[in-house]
Nanobody, 115 residues
């Protein structure tokens, strides 16, 4: 049974930092991603990392957020620095397999940034 369990969310002041973790189990994954969804908005991609470690971070997170993974531990991370109130959202871990072509979601972790 595949499970993705996020942790590390919380309340932080603007300018602060948080590190999110995603513990994956049930199988190994190809690409892994972080998404976020703010109230009243659509879920949006934050960052992606391939199994080989190639990363892609979207514009609003560039220079502030770092995605990483530990394949041996089946873990995904998101280091978030210089947080802004507009980063407030539920952050979701997403993992993909190519064979078969499947996507899996975690339950999300709340990040709240106060001004």
């Amino acid at each position: 049974q595949v499970q993705l369990v996020e942790s590390g969310g919380g309340l932080v002041q603007a300018g602060g930092s948080l590190t999110l973790s995603c513990a994956a189990s049930g199988r190994t994954f190809d690409d892994m991603d972080w998404y976020r969804q703010a109230p009243g908005k659509q879920r949006e991609l934050v960052a992606t990392i391939t199994r080989g470690g190639t990363t892609n971070v979207v514009d609003f997170a560039m220079g502030r957020f770092t995605i990483s993974r530990d394949n041996a531990k089946n873990m995904l991370y998101l280091q978030m620095n210089k947080l802004k109130p507009e980063d407030t959202a539920v952050y979701y871990c997403h993992a993909e397999t190519m064979v078969p072509l499947m996507g899996y979601w975690g339950q999300g972790t709340q990040v709240t940034v106060t001004s």
